[in-house]
Each structure stands twice: as C-alpha cells, then as structure tokens.
C-alpha cells in the first residue's frame, strides 16, 4: 500500500526566505506526483505535476523535482511571500491503467511572516 | 474562468438523516473524484468516475454511500442515514484524460461541502 510522508508538518519562515518542503512516497511505481496548496476552508489548487518521466516542473517562484527511484519529491519556493501561507499537499498517483486515484500526504502547513 | 461548483457549502443535520451533496465539473471534463477531508485521516479519495462509468469506489461505506453521475453535469454523493462520523468536508474534483491515458489528468478540486452530523 503506497504510503506518502510530507515533512516537516508545519514551517514558520521570514518573509523573502528561500524554502524546501519534503515528500516521501514508499512505492516507486507512479505515473506522476502533483502539489497541491489548500487555504484554510478552501479546496486544493493544483501547484504542479510532474510526469514518472519528468525531473522537476517550474512555475514561477515554484520548482518541484522528482526522484521517482528514491521515492522523493521537493517543493521549492524562491523568495517567499506572506500570501504563500497555506498548506502544502503532495500526491502520487499509481501507475494503474485504471489509474487516477491519487494518495495524499498529510501535508505541510507554511507560515511565511512579514 | 471554470471551477468545481459544488453545493451546498455547509450542512448541518442530525444523525439518521438523509444526505445529497452535488457537484458540477468542468464542463468537458470526463473524471470526476469525490474526496473526504478530516482531521484525523486526511484526504480520503470515496469515489472515481470517467465517462460517467464508476470506476473505483472502494473507499466508501457502501452500506449508506452511494455516488451517482447521472449526467456529465452532475455528480451527487448521497449519504443514507449520515452518522457523526461523517463529520467532515467532502471535496469533488473534475479532470480530463486525454485518449484514454489513465493518470494524465490534473484534478481540479471544488471548494468543498462542510458537513456536520449531530
């Protein structure tokens, strides 16, 4: 049963830092890994997806890599800003051909302080 | 620009009542999920479908949940009867998978029905 870890579970950062969040997944055989960002009383936003083919995927301040035989994903954000406050999911889905049941982790809740 | 509606927004009822929360994909979109979100055990994924077909349900109590599409606007998830464990937000998402290649669809995810079971 694929099982993901995210750490650390909660980050309090100075405005204008540079920050990595973690994510482990236990089973390696994935189609593709997505971060997600979910406001408090909100639902998920879609960050990135990355492709079992793909090493990272970049948007913006936002940099995701993938090491698919090391079972591990990074969430980069460059210069953080307070309106990045939010909790950060990370997600993989298996490499099924039915495929689209994505597996959570428990999440990174972020504060970045003005 | 298009976004999950979902409806409603809160629901407060008492234990042994009838639950219908609904939600409205993406138009064109053809994979709709259903999430549960709590505390305790996180995201849960309940239910999948593509093309309106149920494709995966094996995370819901089949005994009092039931998901339905009964058409490519709709999607409902019916709770008979709801219990305080049921206590949670529910999320719908909607996705489009390309030439039937499983997995390339990003979810879309719905603001979320907050439901409370007395």
């Known amino acids: 049963k694929q099982e993901v870890t995210q750490i650390p579970a909660a980050l309090s950062v100075p405005e204008g830092e540079n920050l990595v969040l973690n994510c482990s997944f236990t089973?390696?055989?994935?189609?593709?890994l997505q971060w997600f960002r979910q406001d408090p009383g909100k639902g998920l936003t879609s960050l990135l997806l990355?492709?079992?083919?793909?090493r990272e995927q970049t948007s913006g301040r936002l940099n995701a890599s993938l090491d698919k035989s090391s079972g591990r994903s990074t969430l980069y954000i460059a210069a953080s800003q307070p309106g990045d406050s939010a909790t950060y999911l990370c997600?993989?889905?298996?490499?099924?051909?039915?495929?689209?049941?994505?597996?959570f982790g428990e999440g990174t809740q972020l504060t970045v302080n003005p | 620009d298009a976004r999950v509606t979902q409806t409603p927004r809160d629901k407060v009822t008492e234990m042994g009542q009838e639950v219908t929360m609904r939600c409205q994909p993406i138009?064109?979109?053809?994979?709709v999920f259903w999430y549960r979100q709590t505390m305790k055990q996180g995201l849960e994924l309940l239910a999948y479908?593509?093309?309106?077909?149920?494709?995966?349900d094996s995370g819901m109590p089949k005994d009092r949940f039931s998901a339905e599409m009964p058409d490519a606007t709709l999607a409902t998830l019916k709770i008979q009867p709801s219990e305080p464990r049921d206590s949670a937000v529910y999320f719908c998402?909607?996705?489009?998978?390309?030439?039937?290649?499983?997995?390339?669809?990003?979810?879309?995810f719905g603001p979320g029905t907050r439901l409370t079971v007395l």
């Open positions: 998402a909607s996705g489009l998978v390309l030439d039937g290649r499983a997995g390339t669809d990003t979810q879309y």
């Open positions: 089973d390696s055989a994935i189609y593709n």
């Open positions: 990355i492709q079992s083919s793909q």
């Open positions: 997600a993989v889905r298996p490499r099924e051909t039915s495929g689209s049941r994505l597996t």
């Open positions: 138009l064109g979109h053809n994979t």
């Open positions: 479908f593509r093309n309106r077909a149920p494709l995966d």
